[in-house]
């Protein structure tokens, strides 16, 4: 089993950043794609972001590109999400997830081993 946390969550202000942090308790992690998810009131999961085993690629929903940035730190087993100019609209719960088989989705029923989330609220 691989245990992941998140971290960095929290309040800002329209237009600030935020910084999300997904722990894994192993290098076992590093062989998997990560995928970060979001979940909003009355709204179904949906994912935002991935970054394969190796950091080659990673891709990215249309609404966060140019925003959200997802990398890794496998020497860390580490996997981060900077986003930037937040939007009342990405106020969520996001989760990171890990992928064992294929580059990568965005389809939240295709991760294995989920992280319990972390708040992100953006208000004035």
């Known amino acids: 089993q691989l245990q992941l946390v998140e971290s960095g969550g929290g309040l800002v202000q329209p237009g600030g950043s935020l910084r999300l942090s997904c722990a894994a308790d192993?290098?076992?992690?590093?062989?998997?794609?990560i995928g970060w998810f979001r979940q909003a009131p009355g709204k179904e999961r949906e994912g935002i972001s991935w970054?394969?085993?190796?950091?080659?690629?990673?891709d990215y929903r249309d609404s966060v590109l140019g925003r959200f940035t997802i990398s890794r730190d496998n020497a860390k087993n580490m996997v981060y999400l900077q986003m930037n100019s937040l939007t009342p609209d990405d106020t969520a719960v996001y989760l990171c997830?890990?992928?064992?088989?294929?580059?990568?989705?965005?389809?939240?029923?295709?991760?294995?081993?989920w992280g319990q989330g972390t708040q992100v609220t953006v208000s004035s």
């Open positions: 997830a890990a992928y064992r088989h294929g580059l990568g989705s965005f389809r939240p029923t295709m991760y294995k081993y």
């Open positions: 970054i394969d085993k190796t950091g080659a690629y990673t």
């Open positions: 192993s290098d076992e992690v590093n062989a998997y794609t």
